[in-house]
C-alpha cells in the first residue's frame, strides 16, 4: 500500500517559473524528509521538516509541513535548468528512521 | 571516494540465477536500508538492519534475503531470480544518533536486469 501520493508526477516548465510540488497521506508523520534525485545517482536529501505548519527555506526552495503533519508542499521559485531532477518526499511513521517514499515528481526545467 | 558503495552498479542476468548486491559503507553509521526502485512507484523498502544482530523485513521483502557481515557491510541476495525483479537497487545508510531526522544516505544504485 502506497501511503505517500506525490503531485504532479511530472512537470516541465521554462526557467524562471514557479512550481509547487504536493506530498499527501492519510497517515501522521513524526517527520518527513524531500530528497533529490540525479539520473545515475542515488537520492540525496535536501531538507527535514518535524513540526506541523514548519516552513523550511533553502535558498529558492520552501519546504511546508502541515498543521497535522500528513502532508508537506515544496515551493520552487523562478526556477532554473539546475532544479531538473526527480524529487521524492519520505515520512517516517514510527520515529525510527523506517522510511516511506513517495511515488516522486519527475521536474524538467528548461532553459 | 563514496560514502556509501554498492557493487555491481549493472547486473543482466538470467530467471532462476542466484544474485549478490554488495553495499558497503564508511561513514561508521548502524543503520543500513536496501530498496527498490521502479517507475511511478518511489522506493519500497526491502529489509532494514539497525545494527549487526538486527534485521528486519521492509514493505517487499519476498524473494529477498540480507547478510549484515559487519557495521560497514550490508548484502542483498535473489535466490532465484525472476523478471519481475528487474529494478534499480539502492542501498542507503543513516546514523542512528537521535530519534529521527536523521538523514538517509545512498549509494548510486544498482541497476539489475532479469532476463
Known amino acids: 500500500t502506497q501511503l505517500l501520493e506525490q503531485s504532479p508526477q511530472f512537470l516541465s516548465i521554462q526557467e524562471g517559473e514557479n512550481l509547487t510540488v504536493y506530498c499527501n497521506s492519510s497517515?501522521?508523520?513524526?517527520?518527513l524528509q524531500w530528497y533529490r534525485q540525479e539520473p545515475g545517482e542515488g537520492p540525496v536529501l535536501l531538507v527535514t521538516?518535524?513540526?506541523?505548519?514548519e516552513v523550511k527555506k533553502l535558498k529558492r526552495l520552501t519546504f511546508q509541513f502541515g498543521d497535522a503533519r500528513k502532508d508537506s508542499s515544496l515551493h520552487i521559485t523562478a526556477a532554473q535548468p539546475g532544479d531538473t531532477g526527480l524529487y521524492l518526499c519520505?515520512?517516517?511513521?514510527?520515529?525510527?528512521?523506517?522510511?516511506?517514499f513517495g511515488t516522486g515528481t519527475r521536474l524538467l526545467v528548461s532553459p | 571516494d563514496a560514502d556509501v558503495t554498492q557493487t555491481p552498479r549493472n547486473r543482466i542476468t538470467k530467471t532462476g540465477k542466484r544474485i549478490m548486491l554488495e553495499c558497503s559503507q564508511t561513514?561508521?553509521?548502524?543503520?543500513m536500508y536496501w530498496y527498490r526502485q521502479d517507475p511511478g512507484l518511489g522506493l519500497r523498502l526491502i529489509y532494514y538492519?539497525?545494527?549487526?544482530?538486527?534485521?528486519n523485513k521492509g514493505e517487499i521483502s519476498d524473494g529477498y534475503s540480507v547478510s549484515r557481515q559487519a557495521q560497514a557491510k550490508f548484502s542483498l541476495s535473489l535466490e532465484s531470480a525472476i523478471p519481475n525483479q528487474t529494478a534499480l537497487y539502492f542501498c542507503?545508510?543513516?546514523?542512528?544518533?537521535?530519534?529521527?531526522?536523521?538523514?538517509?544516505?545512498f549509494g548510486d544504485g544498482t541497476r539489475l536486469s532479469i532476463l
Open positions: 542507503a545508510t543513516s546514523s542512528a544518533e537521535g530519534k529521527d531526522n536523521q538523514p538517509q544516505h
Open positions: 497517515s501522521v508523520f513524526s517527520s
Open positions: 521538516v518535524v513540526t506541523g505548519g
Open positions: 519520505a515520512g517516517d511513521e514510527t520515529g525510527f528512521q523506517k522510511l516511506v
Open positions: 561513514k561508521g553509521h548502524d543503520r
Open positions: 538492519s539497525f545494527d549487526v544482530k538486527d534485521i
